[in-house]
């Protein structure tokens, strides 16, 4: 069965220091999403892109956060200058139709010391 | 903004006892789904429905449009069902507490 990605699993990181999430989607999906959730607290949104463009964010996603599909396989979710409270496991997420069939990854847990 | 409440926060069963997780949200939708979150984190969606009833396996999924309101069922319970079970809603998916369902032999 088709799966979705994501690598690193953990990863540690310094206050300041810029993380590069990576997400291999499901080859023939054309919605890319990232997810987020601190350790006890629900999953939240973060952000969709479609079509090579963000089509919405939360409130969460400032100007931090960026997401790029670079090569048409990857989908990446950057942090430029990571805080205490960017600590969470990040899931991405991909589908064929909006709102339909979602297939999530097992998540990158990050932790910034 | 569609708040998603779930209950019972925390269930606790023995092996074969019949278990009901209930979902309500706030503002109308035209689908609901059921996620499955294992113990080392990893997400899997369970179903999507929008309306009646849907059955895979052991677990059941309703859903009652004009009361806001969704049930999941797992009948014949197992050790292997524990789980965080997460229902969300549309769209780019607004997810609910979730109920850590532990099942015991």
């Known amino acids: 069965e088709p799966e979705v990605t994501q690598t690193p699993s953990h990863q540690v990181t310094q206050m300041g220091q810029e993380v590069i999430l990576r997400c291999v989607p499901i080859?023939?999906?054309?919605?890319f999403y990232w997810y987020r959730q601190i350790l006890g607290q629900k999953v939240e949104f973060l952000v969709s892109f479609y079509n090579n463009e963000i089509s919405e964010k939360s409130e969460i996603f400032d100007d931090q956060f960026s997401v790029e599909r670079p090569d048409g396989s990857n989908f990446t979710l950057k942090i430029r200058s990571t805080k205490l409270e960017d600590s969470a496991m990040y899931f991405c997420?991909?589908?064929?139709?909006?709102?339909?069939?979602?297939?999530f990854g097992s998540g990158t847990r990050l932790t910034v010391v | 903004k569609n708040e998603v409440e779930q209950s019972p926060q925390n269930l606790t069963a023995q092996e074969g006892e019949f278990i009901t997780i209930n979902c309500s949200y706030s503002v109308g939708i035209s689908a609901l789904h059921w996620l499955q979150q294992h113990p080392g984190g990893g997400i899997v969606s369970l179903f999507m429905?929008?309306?009646g009833k849907k059955k895979h396996g052991r677990l059941i999924a309703t859903i009652n449009i004009q009361e806001k309101h969704s049930s999941l069922h797992i009948t014949a319970s197992h050790p292997r069902d524990s789980a965080v079970y997460i229902c969300?809603?549309?769209?780019?998916?607004?997810f609910g507490t979730g109920t850590r369902l532990q099942v015991f032999p």
């Open positions: 997420a991909s589908n064929s139709e909006h709102n339909y069939g979602y297939t």
């Open positions: 969300a809603v549309p769209d780019k998916l607004i």
């Open positions: 080859s023939n999906h054309l919605y």
């Open positions: 429905l929008s309306s």
